[in-house]
């Protein structure tokens, strides 16, 4: 067996709450979560595609080995599994604790390899589970793509052989499901897939510029991969600078914030503002609107007289969400317990949870409002 769980665990200091707990994975999406996802999701690809592994059980094992990268081993020296010994003769000493032969817990001083780089770190994670022990080459050989029909599989495997904690493979599932790494599991990277932006020449043409709320959200849809991505919108007044999918970690279903949209007029159609994480500090691109694929919202007229709640909710210029882009225009406030007309309804679909909308008429307010907003 490669090592013990518990003595990774403590060896690397897991910082972020739930990943340190026995059995437990319950972690929320923060900067830190983001930041490690955005980074590590093309060199973690490419080395699983590579050496024919799941990609999303080598992501969970490097977020939870690291502690979404915060652990001192893989800040100092790019080491996210924890992994002793000297890599081309660099190493790192750390305490660490280990258990004697009577199960009790001592720490002491050990060397751990030192990577030049993430994709190092991987790529060394990578040939141990395809090249096995000194004993048994074929140790992990249920971890490997061909063996495990599916990423469960592959990571329940890696419990009793990569690691002794018996719920170590649940752990990493958790993950993965909450975080949705699955999505990686797709048609591998190209090979080739080179990682230098390219400067395009545009011609100019009318840009109409819609921003609104920053907490929107779509995913990569299934024909991504046919669209490039941008600085600003191709064709605009502003120069564009054309980027691969590879720079960003790209794969269908991955998840995107959007805070604007900006419609071609000579073309008629949308592109939208992104960014790869919620921070709304984070680098922002345009992307082509058949890049992404948003929650089906339908919409039909709707004629009623209603009474708001006295709850206070935001009025939106379109249904929050959709593909317009909602921007806040007021809220419910001064007409709260009183009536409005009803014109238009909406039925917003997104992740299999259905929610209604409805366009107000009220004094000088008109926008949309969600459903819980109006007395029933």
């Given at each position: 067996m490669r090592k013990q769980w518990m003595v990774g665990l403590l060896t690397v200091g897991l910082v972020v709450c739930g990943l340190a707990g026995a059995g437990h994975t319950r972690v929320e999406a923060s900067a830190t979560t983001d930041r490690f996802i955005s980074s590590m999701s093309s060199p973690v690809k490419h080395v699983a595609d590579e050496y024919k592994l799941y990609p999303s059980v080598m992501m969970a094992q490097a977020a939870l080995e690291s502690g979404w990268g915060t652990s001192q081993l893989s800040v100092n020296a790019n080491n996210y599994f924890g992994v002793k010994g000297a890599y081309n003769g660099a190493s790192v000493t750390m305490s660490t604790a280990e258990y004697n032969a009577n199960g009790q817990l001592y720490y002491t001083q050990a060397a751990f390899k030192?990577?030049?780089?993430?994709?190092?770190?991987?790529?060394?994670?990578?040939?141990?589970?395809?090249?096995?022990?000194?004993?048994?080459?074929?140790?992990?050989?249920?971890?490997?793509?061909?063996?495990?029909?599916?990423?469960?599989a592959a990571a329940n495997a890696l419990t009793g052989t990569y690691a002794t904690a018996p719920n170590y493979g649940s752990s990493l599932i958790n993950l993965i499901?909450?975080?949705?790494?699955?999505?990686?599991?797709?048609?591998?990277?190209?090979?080739?897939?080179?990682?230098?932006?390219?400067?395009?020449?545009?011609?100019?043409?009318?840009?109409?510029?819609?921003?609104?709320?920053?907490?929107?959200?779509?995913?990569?849809?299934?024909?991504?991969?046919?669209?490039?991505?941008?600085?600003?919108?191709?064709?605009?007044?502003?120069?564009?600078?054309?980027?691969?999918?590879?720079?960003?970690?790209?794969?269908?279903?991955?998840?995107?914030?959007?805070?604007?949209?900006?419609?071609?007029?000579?073309?008629?159609?949308?592109?939208?503002?992104?960014?790869?994480?919620?921070?709304?500090?984070?680098?922002?691109?345009?992307?082509?609107?058949?890049?992404?694929?948003?929650?089906?919202?339908?919409?039909?007229?709707?004629?009623?007289?209603?009474?708001?709640?006295?709850?206070?909710?935001?009025?939106?210029?379109?249904?929050?969400?959709?593909?317009?882009?909602?921007?806040?225009?007021?809220?419910?406030?001064?007409?709260?317990?009183?009536?409005?007309?009803?014109?238009?309804?909406?039925?917003h679909v997104q992740s299999g949870v259905t929610t209604t909308w409805y366009r107000i008429h009220g004094g000088s307010t008109k926008g949309w409002v969600p459903s819980s907003a109006v007395k029933n």
């Open positions: 030192k990577y030049p780089d993430a994709t190092a770190s991987m790529t060394d994670n990578a040939q141990l589970l395809r090249n096995g022990t000194s004993w048994n080459h074929n140790y992990y050989s249920r971890v490997w793509r061909e063996n495990a029909p599916t990423y469960e499901q909450t975080y949705k790494f699955n999505a990686l599991d797709g048609a591998p990277m190209a090979a080739n897939s080179a990682p230098a932006a390219k400067k395009t020449a545009t011609v100019s043409t009318k840009v109409n510029y819609y921003v609104g709320a920053d907490s929107q959200t779509a995913t990569l849809g299934a024909s991504y991969k046919h669209y490039a991505i941008y600085n600003h919108v191709k064709g605009s007044k502003y120069k564009s600078v054309k980027y691969n999918w590879s720079q960003v970690g790209g794969w269908q279903g991955r998840p995107v914030w959007i805070d604007a949209r900006g419609y071609k007029v000579s073309t008629k159609t949308n592109w939208y503002r992104v960014r790869f994480s919620k921070q709304t500090t984070s680098k922002k691109y345009w992307v082509y609107s058949k890049t992404l694929s948003f929650p089906k919202t339908t919409y039909a007229a709707y004629k009623k007289t209603a009474t708001l709640v006295g709850t206070v909710y935001p009025v939106y210029n379109h249904v929050f969400n959709s593909a317009y882009i909602a921007k806040q225009l007021t809220t419910t406030q001064a007409l709260a317990n009183h009536s409005v007309t009803i014109d238009h309804k909406a039925t």
